[in-house]
């Protein structure tokens, strides 16, 4: 049995800790001196649990995807996280979050954005507790997800384009780090993955572990047993997965499947599949899996996908799939694509399409017909259409 929890210092195995510079140390370690305490006190717990059944709408339904299930010869349900208020599982976190900054008495929220959800959903709890919000998104991005920014706006933050590197995620990333430094006293960054120094993996894993914990009473409830045979989440930096497996870490009856995306292909040089041509670094504050030269300079990642466009992923998956507990599947633009269109057609879900990523691993995998899967429908497609629409004219009439 392996050891799923993180140490002291904030490591899964040989994953994780804080690499940060030293103008940072003050606002990390304030959060890892308060969150577990915050966390697990009744009055926040009542909180989060009120806003989070009031305002985002759950418990999320888990839904028996009957057609489907037909087509792969399996028992395949559907945690529909696409349900939530602003469309994703981004915004379990950032309410735990925001709350967690007004009890540090923070001003002004910063965050970073790939496909807008973590913007959105930031930029909605800023709304929701009246503070001010600063989302910093790539130029790429700002372009592929026209539909989030100018969500963002009406919400009320002010969006910031990042200009360096491939324009994408990562370099959001870095201008949201590059701010908090510069705003160390009255500033929350509110991290949008299980990714970053100590304590963010951990505590971004625990707000969102409560899709797993209502998995286990619906799967009891719809299938006589509280576990299924695999969970299918994708991974960006991982926060839906580790929210979909966190009750099932230590669960070996449970296939823990991790879905990247290949862009063009693995070894297309167009990619972000870190789990395959990632080797240990640091990047973001932890030290984890990531694409990197020789000589450790970053390597671009692509994804059409702009919520899967990062070139590492968080330490808690680098050490699930090192350890065997998580197996890694990569999965091209081109089968997303497919995979979107398909689950469109076969359910009436128009699924995120970095969710189509973990459906079209399912044409990876091999099952029983007794086998219960559940696939973690991270979020909606709404702000896909326009790459749908692109897909959809290269196609062939029906
Ligand atoms: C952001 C996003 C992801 C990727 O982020 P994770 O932290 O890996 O979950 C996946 N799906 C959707 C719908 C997203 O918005």
Not at 74 to 101: F, P, W
Not at 276 to 282: A, D, H, K, S, V
Not at 296 to 324: C, M, N, R, T, W
Request: with cysteine.
């Amino acid at each position: 049995m392996i050891h799923t929890q993180i140490d002291e210092r904030g490591y899964y195995g040989r994953f994780g800790g804080a690499y940060i510079p030293e103008m940072l140390q003050a606002n990390v370690e304030e959060l890892r001196v308060n969150y577990l305490r915050m966390l697990e006190d009744p009055e926040f717990r009542r909180e989060f649990d009120l806003l989070l059944k009031d305002y985002v709408g759950r418990p999320s339904p888990l839904y028996y995807a009957d057609r489907l299930s037909q087509h792969y010869g399996a028992k395949v349900y559907l945690k529909r996280e696409d349900l939530n208020h602003t469309g994703a599982h981004k915004i379990n976190n950032t309410i735990g979050q925001i709350l967690l900054a007004e009890r540090l008495g923070k001003k002004r929220i910063i965050a970073e954005t790939g496909a807008g959800q973590h913007g959105v959903a930031t930029a909605t709890v800023c709304a929701l507790k009246g503070l001010q919000c600063i989302v910093y998104m790539g130029e790429v991005d700002i372009e592929r997800q026209a539909p989030n920014v100018a969500r963002m706006r009406m919400l009320g933050a002010e969006v910031r384009p990042a200009r360096s590197g491939s324009r994408t995620l990562k370099d959001a990333t870095n201008e949201a780090i590059r701010d908090w430094i510069n705003n160390p006293e009255d500033t929350h960054y509110i991290i949008g993955s299980v990714v970053g120094p100590h304590p963010y993996p951990d505590m971004v894993a625990r707000f969102q572990s409560v899709i797993s914990e209502e998995m286990k009473w619906q799967l009891a409830e719809k299938t006589g047993r509280d576990y299924p045979d695999a969970i299918v989440a994708c991974v960006g930096g991982g926060s839906n997965a580790a929210g979909a497996y966190y009750h099932y870490l230590n669960d070996e009856r449970v296939r823990l499947i991790a879905v990247e995306a290949a862009g063009l292909g693995v070894d297309s040089g167009e990619s972000a599949a870190t789990s395959q041509l990632g080797t240990e670094g640091i990047i973001h504050g932890s030290r984890t899996l990531l694409m990197q030269t020789e000589d450790g300079q970053i390597v671009e990642p692509y994804s059409i996908s702009a919520g899967l466009d990062y070139p590492g992923i968080g330490p808690l998956h680098a050490f699930l799939i090192d350890a065997k507990r998580a197996e890694a599947v990569s999965v091209t633009d081109d089968e997303a694509l497919a995979a979107s269109l398909f689950v469109a057609r076969q359910e009436g879900i128009i699924p995120a399409l970095e969710t189509a990523h973990a459906f079209a691993a399912l044409d990876h995998m091999s099952y029983g017909p007794e086998d219960v899967i559940v696939v973690c429908l991270s979020g909606r497609g709404d702000k896909d259409l326009a790459a749908f629409s692109a897909y959809l004219e290269s196609q062939p009439l029906p």
